[in-house]
């Protein structure tokens, strides 16, 4: 897996485009891409010059919702172990 941003943002007149960057996974979300989307979404909504957000994917899809094998991995956590998502198990 490329370790470069798993989703990119372009900034032009006012508009943001910011495109999840995962198309090997039809771009599922686990929990890195959630943090930086998270970090875009602060971003866009701090920055007053930023008037419209598009949300978009590389690839031939969109997004193909969570990302099962993180799931499955976060599964095996330990029980009363924290997740990166903060999820207990």
Known sequence: MDESGRVELSIDRGVAVARLNRPDVRN???????????EILDRVANEAEIKALVLTGNGPAFCAGGDISAMQERLRASPGQLGGSGWLR
């Open 28 to 38: 599922a979300i686990d929990d890195r891409t959630r943090s930086e989307l998270q």
